[in-house]
């Protein structure tokens, strides 16, 4: 750490903890449901493995850690590593900023990560994202550390961290070529071959578990990242739209103020520290807009690249600048909790403005009790059901199978909650459009008070023969 930037600590962790603290306490009366993929990565948190059908392991590791330790298996346990590790994240950014700049650059870092849009978001959800963030941020503090002080154990943490890192989410690869570029533009990253050796096989160690699953695993996970990619299935097209929407909506992700001056650190980018950052945030920018070009891509694909960009930032704008920038996030750090804790309210066109997260337990709840009164299992190829009946029917003896998939599996239900074959009786099946069986379309059994997210949704229960679903196979 530079002597100008020693004192930075304990103003930056003060302000970190009172905005996390809030946060928790904001989960505590949040009053949305788990998302799908939140149901899902608690679902694989109770069945521990090196992989899963559509995400390396960390998250549910960390899940089932929380959770084990806390006693409880609700939606506030599931959450709440989101605030907590994005805090933590904050720190070890603003100790990356302390090295590289000084005090002041140092606490605006951690201000400013800890209230940017993104990591509001992530910290009232759980998600890959947010378990992999403070990982990345260590990789890069040792990795400096490596670099300026030449120690192989930093040197070591780097490589596991990032590798870590990369078992929260695949897009931690990014941090590879980052470090490369960043080598190239000053000689504060740059770490001598041994350390790097040293790096890069800490990092192989690490990764080399969900690897090897993988491999055991017809490359499930792997398979299933080409998917999302899209050109890579079904050939490339140009999709200028969908590029346009993506690079606008990083101003939302990052903030406009913060997003702006990436862009001109990156534009006037030159061979010193300030380069080095620009050029570690433009791998995921780079890749992503490009896959957003070829075919789509989500707004936070490309978060990796707001790990180093934001201390960039900090060290970009003046004073007024990031008091500007501190202000426009503080509305949307008051605004979101706000909503899950006032939610159904308020509502927009007679719906509530977070539908997506509201009446998913409401309807499996009514599912259970019918499967239960009916003494049958549930069946459902839906996987926004199958995701939440798993999840708040966690203490249900109901059994809930997904269909047997034909070819490959096209998620972990079909994976591991397929119909077992050879299944006689009858199901509860869950669907839209009504099942024929040969007699004509069957009639469902009750009708849900669906709300929220399944408000404007067809879904009806059916009591189905296990003669017809197999004649369907």
Known sequence: MKSEAQGWFR???AFVAAIT???LLALAFNR???FVDESQYWLWSQNLDFGYYSKPPLIGWAIRLV???AGSDSPFWVRMPGAVLHGVTALVLGAVAARLADRSAAIWTAVLYVTLPFVVVGSLLIS???IMAPFYALALLFWLRAAQESRAPDAALAGAS???AFLAKYAAIYLVPGLVLAMLLAPQFRTGWRNALLAALAFGAVISPNVLWNLTHDLTTVEHTMDNVGWVRGGATLNFASMAEFLASQFAVFGPIAMAALIWGVVTARRNVRGALAVLSLPPLVAVTVQALLSQA???????AYFPGTVLVAMILPGLWRRVALALNLIVVVAFPLLTVLAPWPERDGEPLLRRYLGRAELSREILDLARAEGVPVLAANRDILADLLYTGRDSVIAIYAPRPEGRARHYYEQNYALPEGFTGRVLAIQAAAPDCGAGPLAPVAAFSLSGYWSSRAVAPYLVDAECLNAAD
């Open 128 to 130: 890959t994202d947010t």
């Open 67 to 69: 959770t084990d330790l």
């Open 298 to 304: 989500y707004a936070n694909w490309a978060v990796a």
């Open 11 to 13: 103003p930056a962790f």
């Open 32 to 34: 949305t449901d788990l």
């Open 162 to 164: 990032a590798g870590a």
């Open 21 to 23: 603290g809030l946060r």
